[in-house]
């Protein structure tokens, strides 16, 4: 089992910060990063975001947080086209006969 990365949707509760989605990226490092770096949203600071994005690096099954960052509610959504949108073109594009 080798190296997975992944974007969690995460929202804050009552008991902390709970996943309400995830997208499989791949095991391509410089793509996942590429991919995160263009979406919107800032750094944490301190307890006041509510929604947040984290990409995370599954090696062997065990998942390392490597970046997060807060969101409102219309950049998860702008994010989440982004994410769709990327992930739909380099799926597609890999299948296509040359």
Same mark, same amino acid.
């Given at each position: 089992?080798?190296?997975?990365?992944?974007?969690?949707?995460?929202?804050?509760?009552?008991?902390?910060?709970?996943?309400?989605?995830?997208?499989?990226?791949?095991?391509?490092?410089?793509?996942?990063?590429?991919?995160?770096?263009?979406?919107?949203?800032?750094?944490?600071?301190?307890?006041?975001? +509510?929604?947040?994005?984290?990409? +995370?690096?599954?090696?062997?099954?065990?998942? +390392?947080?490597?970046?997060?960052?807060?969101?409102?509610?219309?950049?998860?959504?702008?994010? +989440?086209?982004?994410?769709?949108?990327?992930?739909?073109?380099?799926?597609?594009?890999?299948?296509?006969?040359?």
């Amino acid at each position: 089992m080798g190296t997975t990365f992944f974007i969690e949707l995460n929202m804050k509760t009552a008991d902390g910060f709970e996943r309400f989605g995830c997208f499989e990226i791949g095991c391509d490092r410089e793509f996942a990063l590429k991919l995160f770096l263009a979406l919107e949203g800032r750094p944490p600071e301190g307890e006041q975001g +509510v929604l947040q994005l984290d990409l +995370v690096e599954s090696y062997r099954g065990l998942p +390392v947080s490597i970046q997060v960052i807060d969101c409102s509610i219309s950049e998860i959504c702008r994010n +989440v086209k982004i994410i769709t949108r990327e992930l739909f073109k380099r799926i597609n594009l890999r299948q296509m006969p040359l």
